[in-house]
Each structure stands twice: as structure tokens, then as C-alpha cells.
């Protein structure tokens, strides 16, 4: 098969992932805004759309990163195979956990089919050992950032407004969820629509179409841009209703200080061009400021049952990935 229908399948399927993410990770960002009726569905989702495509259009670090710190493409003799089979792994485990309503990682299922892909392809050699512990130590951190930055927030607001009256606290900061949570759909465009952009260029490189990873086509990051945003504007309502409603009752104070704590951490990230998972990140905010709030009103058993899907994603991809690769180099 010509390398160029190689190439526009991997461009096909990138944008099909970002498209994915877009509405898998919606509710990341509207959750607690949704539930605390700061905003409606639908008016939380055409924000959360415009917010995540400004934030994937200003940033390209975390592309760069994503396109050579897991493996150098130019030295893949089949880098361009590769990557679709990354693609598919992550595409299958994301629409899985989506039909479940479990806020999976779509930057966990990503790093680990790439991986899992290059490992069957070239042998673990060919992975670049300093880049992907980078991008792991990244992913591992955040969500111990966000929970412990949760807590702190809640509980510094707790003491401020101890002595407020409940309804003037929930009114104006139901007030204040609205400015959160366009942060938050902002800074959620910087980090993971970047990841769709970095693995396109890792493709263009591996074909030949450009010598390095370090500069990203607008047309690339246009397009990416505007799948993340058609993905948002859908909405992902059974993974919205997980992240606001069943871990525990949030108020609008709680959906503050959760907000700005994860946008916080995910902008911290994307500065320093580090992937993240915005699902860990924006949920150990929220497990953080319910911590905060009354430790016994956090549903932990439900927690517990995330945090579990956070942990097999990366094995379970990479194992995908790698099978799935096998079945493509038939074709080859």
C-alpha cells in the first residue's frame, strides 16, 4: 500500500481520537458546573467547545513531546504502521470506558498503545527509556498534585466563608463556576487536543513528509483543534453524570475550588510540555475538595473503582496495541 494512504489513515484515525476525546472528556471540564445548575447542558457545552478550541490553537509543547520523547520516528521502519495500531488501542479502550460512564484516560490510553505499538514493532529498544519515564512520572504526579491542591483550596475557602450565609456562598460562587469552567475547557484544549497533533506529525515524520517533530503544521493543529471541539459539543452526559453527581453532592463552592485547582494543574503542565490526564487530574480535584468538605461524604467505593481503570489503562493498551499491530504488519 502507497505510504501516502498510510499516512491519510493515520490522519483519519487521529482526528477520530481527538473527536473521542473531545466528548469523552467533556465532562471533565462542565461536570461540576452541570450539577451545580451554574450553567445549562447545553450552554456548558457550546462554552466548553469554543474554550477547548482557543486552547489547542495557542499550544504546541505537549505536541512535541508526544511526537518524539516515547520514540524517535525517524528510526521506525514501520513508524507510520505503528501509530495506527497506537490509534486503534487507544480509540477501542476510550469508546469502552465511555459506554460504561468510567472516566478513563484517554492520555493513559494513548502513551500506553504507542508504546505497546512500538514495543511489537521494534522491540523495547526502541523506546526511548528517559522520555517515557518523563511522560509517566508526569501522569503519576498530577492527580497527587490535584488531590492534595483540592483539599487545600476547600479548605482555605471553608474558612474564609465559615461564617457566610449558605445561599449567598452558593450564588456567588455558582457565579464564579462559569469563569472556572472556561478555564478549565481552556486549559483542557492545551494539553490534550496536543496529543492528537504530536502523533499526526510522529506519522509525518516516519514517512518522510518532514525531517523533525519539533515544528507542527497549522493545518495539523487546525484540524485537531476542530475534531476536539466537534467531539466536545456532543457531550459525553454518562460520564458528566459520574464525575458530578456520584462521587459525592457538590455545591458550587466545591465545584470552584475543584475547577480552578485542576485547570491550574493541567496549564502548570502544559507550560512545562508535559501530557497529563485531565480525567485524573479533574477528578482527584474533586476526590481532594470532598476530602475537604466531610471525608464520609465521598462515595470512596466509586473512587476506588476509577482508580482502578486509571491503573490498567496503560498495561491493557499496550497489549492492545501490540496485537493489534501484529494483525496490520499481514498487510504490510
Known sequence: MDIYIWVGVVIFLALAFDFINGFHDTANAIATTVSTRAMSPRMAIIMASMMNFLGAIMFTGVAKTIGGKIADPSKLDHGVQVVIAALLGAIIWNLLTWA????SSSSHALIGSLTGAVVSSAGFKAV???GFTDIVKALLLSPLIAFAGGFIVMWILK???????????NKGFRSGQILTAAFQSFTHGTNDAQKAMGIITFALVTAGVQDTTDHIPLWVK???ATAMALGTSIGGWKIIKTMGTKIFKIEPINGFAADITSATVIF???LTHLPVSTTHVITSSILGVGSAKRFSAVKWDLAGKIVISWVITIPITMVLAALIYQVIALFI
Open 100 to 103: 460504561v460512564g468510567i472516566p
Open 128 to 130: 526511548n527509556a528517559s
Open 159 to 169: 474558612q474564609i466563608f465559615a461564617r457566610s450565609s449558605p445561599h449567598q456562598i
Open 222 to 224: 487546525i484540524s485537531a
Open 268 to 270: 502548570t503542565a502544559t
